[in-house]
């Protein structure tokens, strides 16, 4: 890179660079600067709008500046009155900015992961550490208070809806309809804290010449982590005095929204999995029934009725008939018996036996499930169906 391509940029007060022409063009296409960013570069006389370098660009029109006044090696400050016409007082300075209280500067991605771990507890201490740092920079912040009273009617409103729900059983809706007001109460109040602090914000960090431009739907939709996130991107801002990239706002509906999908999609998998457990177990069973249904209609045919036992069909002891999730296989009563595992079954099949029945036509057996079997019926096979 030349002399004559080494590109200055002074922006928020700071002076930034060199940089190639190359790289602040496509910068600027990306929108990292802000409309009356300023460059300089060698042999200029002047600090300049960027538009004075790419008359080029869209809607760009050269306008006259006065050079900004930057922070020099000795603290002091260059330039002539840029400072009082970009912030209104020439006395901000780096200093001053970092004499702002540190913010609460913990990744909205953390604060997520730890109200879902702790089951939401996380969630309702961190708003007030929040509102804490929102008072301490706006002492007529009323956030705090919001939340003390959004946090009571919460404690008041959820016991009194569920209380109420159970009570809906008995005909008594009255004590439901109640703690939903109150819950509803408590969620406008939750609301009007955090657009109360986020005015905070913006007014704040305006009197240093930059905005927070804060989403009001992702506010709306994410209060506590999307303000997490402009907390996050002041404290950068205010040891740094970067500020690009701006705080984040898709990857908060992209990464809260996945929450309840992975929720769904798990509470349609888990059970639908389950289930294919118990009809695999219930299937060994009926596989191993299958050598009784040949012994038992055998027997039928040599001597024209229904063996007593499995000794008289010529099977071993019932509860030598086992399989990982079987414990017998008994032929009693004209029927087989199959009886699942204690110990190896699935619980919604554990000591249940299924009860197959014989069926004779024109000297053929056909075998049913019978209503006599305490397998649910949901868990049978589809053979068993009726």
Request: glycine fraction near 10%; include cysteine.
């Amino acid at each position: 890179m030349t002399i004559d391509d080494q590109v200055w940029i002074g922006q928020n007060g700071e002076k930034y660079g060199p940089y190639s022409e190359a790289t602040v063009r496509q910068w600027l296409a990306e929108g990292k600067f802000a409309p009356d960013a300023l460059a300089w570069r060698e042999g200029m006389p002047d600090w300049v709008p960027l538009s004075h370098f790419f008359y080029a660009a869209p809607g760009m029109t050269p306008q006259p500046a006065p050079p900004p006044a930057f922070r020099t090696q000795d603290g002091g400050f260059g330039g002539d009155s840029f400072s009082a016409q970009r912030y209104g007082d020439t006395g901000r300075t780096q200093a001053n900015r970092a004499d702002i209280p540190e913010p609460p500067s913990l990744h909205w991605g953390l604060v997520l992961l730890y109200s879902i771990l702790t089951l939401g507890i996380f969630s309702l201490i961190w708003p007030f550490i929040q509102a804490s740092w929102i008072r301490r920079v706006d002492p007529q912040s009323k956030s705090r208070l919001l939340l003390v009273i959004a946090l009571v009617c919460f404690l008041i409103g959820e016991p009194i809806y569920w209380i109420g729900v159970a009570a809906q059983m008995h005909g008594n809706s009255g004590a439901a309809g109640l703690g939903g007001m109150i819950l509803l109460a408590r969620w406008i109040l939750y609301l009007v804290a955090y657009f109360s602090m986020a005015g905070s914000i913006e007014r704040l960090v305006g009197q240093y010449g930059i905005r927070s431009e804060i989403g009001r739907i992702t506010l709306f939709f994410f209060p506590m982590f999307y303000l997490q996130a402009q907390l996050t991107w002041l404290a950068r801002w205010r040891q740094t005095g970067q500020t690009f990239p701006a705080a984040s706002k898709g990857s908060i509906w992209a990464t809260v929204l996945i929450v309840p999908f992975i929720a769904i999609l798990a509470a349609i998998a888990i059970p639908a999995y389950q289930s294919y457990i118990v009809r695999m177990q219930v299937t060994e069973g009926l596989s191993l029934a299958d050598s009784a249904k040949t012994a038992f209609s055998a027997y039928y045919d040599s001597h024209h009725a229904v063996p007593t036992d499995n000794a008289a069909a010529g099977l071993a002891p019932a509860t030598s008939i086992t399989g990982k999730y079987v414990s017998s296989v008994d032929v009693s009563g004209g029927k087989i018996t199959v009886t699942f595992d204690g110990d190896g079954a699935n619980g919604t099949i554990r000591d249940k036996a299924l009860v197959l029945t014989p069926e004779t036509s024109s000297g053929q057996i056909t075998w049913t499930c019978s209503a006599e079997s305490t397998v649910p019926a949901r868990d049978l096979p589809v053979s068993c169906r009726r």
